[in-house]
């Protein structure tokens, strides 16, 4: 039995991604139980914020934190709306310059389609794998979130800034050339952003376990169930995959307190 706060499963970059839950007392390695039988029941809430047995509103608050904690401000989702650059304060301005005045890359991936996305430059592969892409490359590297934003917004004529979760988990993936796409991004940024250009750039790829694989798939969550369970046929993004075709978005279930217990 393993029992804790769910959190996001970290991830290491390995043939296949490799998955770990990261509880506070233990460790479950999570490929090692592809083929087995898991079940997560839900004993209660934890902010990830505030740490208070409060029900989860969003993303892993409770809906005070969701609207006051700097860990869920606009500028996350929306990287143009970044300020600390400006000594503009959204609502804990040293916690906004520690992560916004750090060097973020803007990049391709290949999730359901081509996407174009920001990211810390010392979260590349971990944000990619959380995304579920098959392949990624960076754009350009700039010293801060809000020129990051800045030039996604004006990729976004050309890419989608969106993952389709439901082809990602199955085999109904776009074809395309990242290379290719690539070429067209940069031209699309121009002079403006010419001097930030990762032109030697090289696609990283990523491999993930699946025993099987399914063409359609229907979510589950600990919102709508006290209990999730069935045979885990797979790992991809930061979904669990059964048998049955229902997937569990770990994320998406941030702050819940659990019971796991794995059999045969």
């Not at 969106?162 to 067209?184: C, Q, V």
Request: proline content about 2%; glycine content about 6%.
């Amino acid at each position: 039995m393993f029992s804790g706060v769910l959190k996001k499963m970290t991830s290491i970059h390995d043939n296949p991604v490799r998955y770990i839950l990261d509880f506070d007392n233990d460790l479950l390695f999570l490929n090692q139980i592809i083929g087995k039988n898991i079940k997560i029941h839900k004993t209660g809430y934890c902010c990830l914020s505030c740490f208070e047995n409060l029900q989860i509103f969003a993303n892993g608050f409770c809906k005070k934190c969701f609207f006051e904690s700097p860990m869920s401000g606009d500028w996350i989702m929306k990287p143009e709306l970044s300020k600390a650059h400006l000594e503009i304060e959204d609502r804990d301005i040293s916690y906004e310059k520690k992560v916004q005045l750090q060097n973020h890359i803007v990049y391709l991936s290949k999730t359901s389609g081509i996407k174009v996305g920001v990211t810390r430059s010392n979260n590349m592969a971990t944000r990619w794998i959380d995304q579920g892409a098959i392949e990624a490359i960076e754009l350009i590297e700039v010293p801060n979130r809000y020129l990051a934003g800045i030039a996604e917004v004006k990729l976004k004529d050309k890419f989608s800034d969106k993952t389709n979760w439901r082809k990602m988990l199955t085999s109904n993936i776009d074809e395309a050339d990242i290379m290719n796409d690539k070429k067209i991004a940069l031209d699309s940024l121009g002079s403006e952003f010419e001097e930030f250009f990762k032109t030697d750039s090289e696609v990283m790829k990523f491999n993930y376990q699946i025993d099987k694989l399914i063409d359609s798939v229907k979510s589950i969550s600990l919102k709508k169930s006290d209990n999730i369970e069935g045979k885990l046929i797979g790992i991809k993004g930061q979904y669990l995959i059964f048998d049955d075709s229902s997937v569990f978005n770990v994320r998406s279930n941030e702050g819940y307190v659990v019971d796991i217990s794995i059999s045969d």
